[in-house]
């Protein structure tokens, strides 16, 4: 059964109005971009409603530096990408939605999928992006202790130090 | 079996030595390593210690995976920091005598991995007798370190000890990351706004119609060319 985009469209667009950014499609991928507050209601629609029933993964786009042609494509500096599957339709749609930097949170999708826990605390970890509702977010990958999110396009590729402020040995005086 | 020592005649044959030579002897010819495995050398480690490559003709077949049972570490694969507390603390548990062989690019410099996370070589922390060049090396350049292992502790030397200065080692304790507030890092800041004009004007020369849009006109054209066969 072939999922019927148009009127999944159609109905998105009657439901969330507004908060449906755009819809592009890119060699067969279809994307949608909303407004970060409307992440909650509309993922909860494809998945009840679409048979979206599997979330693939959780992963976020810093568009700090974009080249000025493209800024029109992120509204807003940090893009939540969702990438849903649907084992009913056999269909991938990717859902991006932005985050602006103040505040950066959005909300947590994990009481709709379970899977989203450990992608959020990565997205957390590697963006600083807070994901309002999540049960358990802290680091995954980084140290607790760790400062700052590598990923974010203003944080230096060869760190600040981190990799040098461990205690070093010295030659033990001969006794 | 029944002569008392002063009976010995020496018919049977008998070599003297000196006490240390017979302990090194022993201890070069049966090293207990501790595969610190993190990467790809680790592959090449376990490929040395199978039957192909037999480490065990060096008498250093007998792996250890805990750092008490063993006196060689061998750090094959890259170290993050959130592995570095770990690598202080087993290479501080193991007993000494110690050896340690830096295995491959990464744990020797870090490799081509020069990020925020990588170690730039281990020996900044614990102390190194034998780096082994390669990406991963080859199972003959892991034997060749043993090798140089054994006559280190052939010749007696005396063995690498770095220590922290100001405390005795078994109260050693690795120390965590410095805060940034603490390092005296400045805050960091970066903002789509408050991008500098002279960024601006150079993104616009070095990518007039954007990078994304040059590398799908690209695609595009790779893929009409395939199609049509020209």
Known sequence: MALDLPSLLASLKEHFGDDLLAQTEFRGQHVLRIRSTANLPVLRYLRDEAQFEMLTDVTCVDSLRLPPGMQKEYPERFAVVYQLYSLTHNERLRVKAFVPEEPCEIDSVTPLWEAANWGEREVFDMFGVVFKGHPDLKRILMPDNYTGHPLRKDYPLKGRGERDRFQKYTEMPER | MSQNINQKTGEGGYITTKLQELINWGRRNSLWPLPFGTACCAIEMMATLSS??????????????????????????????????????????????????????????????????????????????????????????????LMLIQEKIKRGEKQTKLYDRTRHPLDFQPVALVSDAAAGLPQLTGSRQSLPEKDVETQKQNFPAGPLERAVTHVERTLTRGKNGT
């Open chain 2, 52 to 145: 192909r490559y037999d480490l065990a003709r060096f008498g250093a077949e007998v792996i250890r995976f805990s750092p008490r049972q063993s006196d060689l570490m061998i750090v094959s694969g890259r170290v993050c920091l959130k592995m570095m507390p770990v690598l202080i603390e087993v290479y501080n548990q193991m007993p000494e005598p110690k050896w340690c062989i830096s295995m491959g690019a990464c744990a020797s410099t870090g490799g081509v991995f020069d990020t925020y996370t990588m170690i730039q070589g281990v020996d900044q922390y614990i102390p190194v007798d034998v780096y082994i060049p390669g990406c991963p090396p080859r199972p003959e350049s892991l034997i060749d370190a």
